[in-house]
């Protein structure tokens, strides 16, 4: 702590520190939260100046993470970190593949910011290539995707600041996406004014098409009137054969991603909503947040996280419907895609 004060015959600090010179410093180590007041004196009175020093307990915790996993042959390795202020006790890590637990392994004491490189040495990785394995078979393709979990401190033995981030998923394999421009031509399509043929032009029923790899859709051109695709996988059973569909199976870690906007241009006076939807187990369409779009010349990105959905089957729809103005507005879909992300 440092002062200076001028004009004065007498300066003392309290507490503890008493009569000082009328300038100087001093290094303090309080305990506790403490006012250090100074009081500055001379014939014609005195004044006084406060300082308040704040001591907080600092609360010392480990904290363990997982940062990486990888396969070196058969080998599972992984990083293991201790994010925290204070050193973690010896603990167990579980490796899970497809949500099955399939090996553990000990860890020593962690110094608070160390990080190790571990492995599950137990264990022999018995799938065929990962994390670059695919393959297919079967008339709908049949792909080999694993989800690789490993979590610290399985048995709490260590009591950390966080304990919800103990675990990091990673996928090996080929990651699910669906391609929404790559289906628009085997989705089912309807307006509000009826149902629509691919493949089509936009008129006042609405329509929609693809144009420079987006996929452009119009509803009808009346107040409130909206267009929608409905998507499914689709697949041919033997060569030569009609395609055909079933519901789309939803893995976990999914999210929906999209850019939006209209086609170049296009002029709206109200713009449009648009919105991601399902079809749910009595047949019925749920739409998730519609996003507003406008004819500004603004692309905004639309993303839904599709986690409550995971390990139900669906059919999904994009969905446009146009606000007050009869314009039939018409939009983009950019890169319209499901993906797998952990």
């Not at 363990?64 to 599972?76: K, Q, R």
């Not at 996003?291 to 089957?313: F, H, N, P, Q, W």
Request: aromatic share 10%; charged share 25%.
């Amino acid at each position: 702590m440092t002062w200076q004060v001028s004009g004065a015959t007498s300066v003392t600090i309290e507490p503890d520190i008493g009569e000082v010179d009328s300038s100087g410093s001093v290094i303090l180590s309080p305990a506790s939260t403490v006012t250090y007041t100074l009081t500055a004196s001379n014939e014609a009175g005195r004044v006084t100046a406060s300082a308040k020093i704040t001591v907080a307990r600092v609360h010392r915790e480990p904290d363990l993470v997982v940062t990486d996993i990888w396969l070196s042959g058969a080998v599972v390795n992984y990083k293991i970190k201790n994010q925290g202020n204070a050193d973690a006790d010896p603990s167990w890590t579980c490796l899970y593949v497809n949500k099955l637990k399939e090996a553990r392994a000990f860890v020593d004491r962690l110094r608070a910011g160390e990080e190790k490189q571990e492995t599950f040495s137990s264990y022999d990785w018995r799938f065929p290539g990962a994390p670059d394995f695919i393959t297919s078979s079967g008339p709908t393709g049949t792909i080999n995707r694993f989800e690789v979990k490993v979590c610290a401190d399985v048995d709490g033995a260590v009591e950390e600041s966080n304990e919800d981030n103990n675990c990091l998923v990673t996928i090996w394999g080929e990651k699910f996406t669906y391609d929404f421009v790559k289906n628009a031509h085997l989705a089912k399509w309807r307006s509000s004014a009826g149902d629509l043929k691919w493949p089509m032009v936009a008129t006042s029923k609405g329509g929609a098409y693809l144009l420079y790899n987006t996929l452009v859709m119009c509803p009808e051109a009346v107040s409130n009137g909206w267009i929608m695709g409905r998507f499914a996988e689709y697949y041919v059973k033997e060569f030569g054969q009609e395609t055909t569909s079933r519901e789309i199976e939803v893995p976990d870690y999914t999210k929906f991603v999209a850019k939006v906007g209209f086609k170049s241009g296009d002029v709206s006076s109200d713009g449009v909503r648009v919105a991601l939807g399902y079809m749910d187990t009595a047949g019925s369409l749920v739409l998730f947040h519609k996003m507003d779009v406008y004819s500004d010349g603004i692309t905004r990105t639309y993303e839904i996280d599709l986690s409550e959905l995971a390990g139900t089957k669906t059919e999904f729809v994009l969905w446009v419907e146009a606000k007050g103005s009869p314009e039939g507005d018409c939009v983009q879909w950019i890169e319209p895609k499901i993906i797998q992300q952990p």
